[in-house]
């Protein structure tokens, strides 16, 4: 083997290593736990619950604020920095939540960190994407659905025992940050991870178009928190914001769309994996204690995530648009078994259902990210978090009007049980709806090819 092909390998090596590390350190971030350790926080915070869910719940709308520019500015400069630079903010917003000592201080910590892991995210993508080759493009989309799937569940394992270490859920594991941080390090040694050209300016347009409705969704989100909006109220604001990022999704230009449609499947994996799995989670630690929450369907998820996003590597470009599809059906086929799976019970069902739901997110993303531009992995990330933010609100909306429409004999929990087969309902819908947009966006694309081509081919020799 000659030198430049070990030091490419070296090169491919750290940038996976660094990937792994760094998208589930940053999916940490996204859940908001507080309500398990709600008593303890307010009687050292004070004040209404209103000011603390709202300060616990900054990350997300952070990291939706951050990733279209974040998507942007990863054009422009070389990843590895960047990477690290937004692994540092994702560290030091976790180590300052953990000694927060107001409501405030709490909220910026928070913050800082959801930007912090906007920036790596977008950074962690850009890396995968340059080195031109499907293998890093795997790990990102196995690692990115996995840890999605798992970060609801790990927060809830660091709920503690002792009430005056409540902020510990609140931190998104800095353990994990700093191992991803340590990873990236041999990154910015890389010579082979260079800016890359100019980014056009209609490029950056597209890629900044996103913004609008996430700002919109991000700025509503926390209104609807502070002016307790009804459950219908914070629906319509899901809906149209959903609206509007398929929309998006589907009007997109070739650099920004891809071949094999990565934004509307990072679009339905923003809908789907966390705001599905999620609750669940807190469901069964609310039913049966936090302690009795079964991980290891949560796991069999994230590997079947990995090993169906791995199993695209050796694939053409038709056998990866036929994998696309055939990941967008596992999706419908484990929402639908969620239907079936009853959270304050249990039952075997939630083991297959994830692993469907997962292993299929892994399959379709990571096969419609093959041969996509540049441009497409920063847009479709910026399509999937503000999906994620309007599914947690969907789901969120349901719950609160379960809770209030509760008949006489119906408990909080089987109210909570009943929204849920309701959001999981809604999503087995959006995901067939959107299932069947992929092959139209497709086939789009093949359009647009063959009309450039044609074109081309008539210009004067």
Known sequence: MSSSARARNGAGFAVAAAVCLAVPAAALTVPNAVAF???????????????LVQAAGAALPALVLTVPGAAVLVRLRPPGPLLAAGLAALLLGGLLAGQAGSTWALGAARALAGCGAGLALAAAAALALRQRSPLPTAVFSGTLVAGLLLAMPAVLRAIPDRPEDWREPLTGHPWAAAAALLAALPVLALRGVRAPVPLPAAERAQLTLPLVPAAGLAFLAVLAVERAWAPGVNLIVAA???AALTGMALAAGRDASGPLAPGPVL??????????????????????GVGATELWPFGAGAFAALAAALST??????????AVGAGCALMVGGTGLLLAYDPLSGGPLLGPALVSLAGGAGLALASS?????????????????PALLSGSLIAGSLQLAGLGHAGAGDGPLDSLAS???AWTATALGLAVAATCLVPAVQAAARRRDAQDTDRL?????
């Open 457 to 461: 081919s008539h210009l004067p020799t």
């Open 369 to 385: 990210l093959r041969d996509a531009p540049p441009g497409a992995f920063g847009f479709g990330l910026a399509l999937c978090f």
């Open 240 to 242: 149209l914001g959903l």
């Open 313 to 322: 590597v050796p694939l053409d470009a038709r056998g990866a648009r036929t």
């Open 267 to 288: 679009l339905l994996v923003g809908v789907l994996v966390l705001p599905v799995s999620a609750p669940l989670a807190g469901l069964t630690a609310t039913a049966r």
């Open 419 to 421: 929204a849920q087969r």
């Open 37 to 51: 350790v709600a008593d303890p926080a307010l009687a050292e915070f004070g004040g209404g619950p209103v000011g």
